[in-house]
């Protein structure tokens, strides 16, 4: 059965929306992001759109926007609000959606959960986003373990940046884990070149 895909990552900015959006275009999949923040900077959900080449019946609305590009809770603060995970809810799709979190797993949602209890409440199989370069085994490792212990359906990583063959190699042995993808540095990066990524580095079945 074809299910949705969560999209972590192992830090802010390490190439979530990038991944998300190469998923959306390789696959035909809708687009969702439950908490956007930074939306003064526009959000993730614009850039897939753009990046992607979807217009917005492929993608769901946020179920929280918020200005300040800090983490969930702070941003919610700062906007008099408190996120509360009841209204988060999958939209209702009878499509497989492509769902992209907020920063990485311990990333604060309000003063009792974390972006992984949230993956936890919509329990979709995890795809984790990962930086090729230095320092990347340690927080791919940490960012595995804490998916395992949540029991979560981990369906690999995906390495993004300049390939490190070495590094790719350390997180699939210490991580017991499969790299499921590569996303190298792209000149341009629209549908086209996402599509002939996801043909050329990704294990297609691993992301059915």
Request: glycine residues 6%; hydrophobic residues 45%.
């Amino acid at each position: 059965m074809t299910r949705d895909l969560f999209i972590t990552g192992t830090d802010t900015a390490v190439g979530k929306t990038v991944l998300s959006a190469l998923l959306v275009a390789a696959l035909e999949r809708k687009y969702w992001k439950p908490v956007q923040t930074g939306a003064t900077e526009g959000t993730d959900r614009e850039t897939v759109m753009m990046l992607a080449g979807v217009d917005p019946k492929q993608t769901f609305p946020e179920s929280y926007v918020f200005d300040a590009p800090v983490s969930p809770h702070l941003a919610a603060s700062l906007q008099g609000a408190v996120i509360d995970l009841r209204r988060i809810r999958r939209p209702e799709s009878s499509d497989p959606l492509v769902i992209e979190g907020a920063g990485g797993l311990m990333v604060p949602i309000n003063d009792e959960s974390l972006m992984i209890d949230l993956m936890r409440q919509l329990d979709a199989p995890v795809v984790v986003a990962a930086r090729t370069a230095l320092g990347t085994i340690n927080h791919t490792l940490l960012t595995v373990n804490a998916i395992r212990d949540a029991r979560l359906d981990l369906r690999g990583v995906v390495m993004i940046g300049k390939e490190d063959a070495e590094n790719r190699r350390a997180v699939e042995r210490y991580g017991n884990v499969p790299v499921v993808g590569f996303i190298p540095w792209l000149e341009t990066i629209d549908r086209a070149a996402l599509r002939s990524v996801f043909q050329r580095h990704f294990d297609h079945h691993a992301l059915q």
